[in-house]
């Protein structure tokens, strides 16, 4: 009898080790292995590593961020359990009330999609144009947002499925159960970063008030800057 619960005890001790082995992982990348931007808002800082794997977008955030291209501007498109969106120039001292979402440098970038890549919760991603006069699906050339989402069950994910070219894969099914997201963007804007520190700042900016075009009535001001 003894040994009968030993060797149960060691395929149990087993499995889990092939659980835990195999079970992908949801939290956040290396943060060594990109660079990272600091966000300094009026209501906290949050931390984003930008991805090596989507150079366009990396290359222009970086750009724009030495410029001072973001400095002093609002997260002027905020819903909860979707994003929080900012990049529009015009928002710089922007009187209240008034509608923003329309500024940017004057230019866009080549779509970089990434199967490695998706929607999760802290994911960022860059705004664009809608598909009927955008078909390329490129990306505005300021504007982005960070995702807030919210936790599907599987049942919903399969739902999902059936409408997409391609199944989920694990580590996106993992992620979308557990931490959030919004998975019916996959595949139609590009990600190219996430979230490493400040998830509190994201969900406080992410419940405010809004009014009908979805602008904070209190403004949330910020001003991005790298790290490293």
Same mark, same amino acid.
């Given at each position: 009898?003894?040994?009968? @619960?030993?060797?149960?005890?060691?395929?149990?001790?087993?499995?889990?080790?092939?659980?835990?082995?195999?079970?992908?992982?949801?939290?956040?990348?290396?943060?060594?292995?990109?660079?990272?931007?600091?966000?300094?808002?009026?209501?906290?800082?949050?931390?984003?590593?930008?991805?090596?794997?989507?150079?366009?977008? !990396?290359?222009?955030?970086?750009?724009?961020?030495?410029?001072?291209?973001?400095?002093? #501007?609002?997260?002027?498109?905020?819903?909860?359990?979707?994003?929080? #969106?900012?990049?529009?120039?015009?928002?710089?001292?922007?009187?209240?009330?008034?509608?923003?979402?329309?500024?940017?440098?004057?230019?866009?970038?080549?779509?970089?999609?990434?199967?490695?890549?998706? @929607?999760?919760?802290?994911?960022?991603?860059?705004?664009? !144009?809608?598909?009927?006069?955008?078909?390329?699906?490129?990306?505005?050339? *300021? #504007?982005?947002?960070?995702?807030?989402?919210?936790?599907?069950?599987?049942?919903?994910?399969?739902?999902?499925?059936?409408?997409?070219?391609?199944?989920?894969?694990?580590?996106?099914?993992?992620?979308?159960?557990?931490?959030?997201?919004?998975? @019916?963007?996959?595949?139609?804007?590009?990600?190219?970063?996430?979230?490493?520190?400040?998830?509190?700042?994201?969900?406080?900016?992410?419940?405010?008030?809004?009014? *009908?075009?979805?602008?904070?009535?209190?403004?949330?001001?910020?001003?991005?800057?790298?790290?490293?």
């Amino acid at each position: 009898m003894k040994m009968k @619960h030993e060797l149960l005890l060691i395929r149990l001790i087993i499995i889990t080790c092939i659980l835990a082995f195999s079970v992908p992982s949801v939290t956040s990348r290396d943060a060594s292995t990109g660079r990272l931007i600091k966000i300094e808002t009026s209501m906290g800082n949050m931390v984003l590593m930008l991805y090596d794997e989507t150079p366009g977008h !990396r290359d222009n955030m970086i750009k724009l961020i030495e410029d001072g291209f973001y400095r002093g #501007q609002l997260f002027h498109r905020v819903i909860k359990d979707f994003m929080i #969106q900012g990049g529009d120039p015009h928002s710089v001292d922007a009187e209240r009330g008034q509608r923003l979402g329309v500024g940017g440098p004057g230019y866009t970038i080549p779509a970089e999609f990434n199967e490695l890549f998706f @929607h999760k919760k802290g994911a960022l991603a860059a705004a664009r !144009r809608g598909d009927n006069v955008n078909p390329e699906k490129a990306s505005s050339g *300021s #504007q982005f947002y960070i995702v807030q989402g919210r936790v599907f069950t599987p049942e919903m994910l399969k739902s999902l499925e059936e409408r997409r070219s391609s199944p989920f894969p694990p580590e996106a099914i993992e992620a979308y159960t557990t931490l959030g997201g919004t998975p @019916h963007l996959d595949g139609a804007y590009t990600v190219f970063g996430e979230l490493v520190e400040g998830f509190d700042v994201l969900d406080r900016i992410a419940t405010l008030q809004t009014d *009908s075009n979805n602008r904070p009535v209190e403004d949330v001001v910020y001003t991005i800057s790298i790290l490293k």
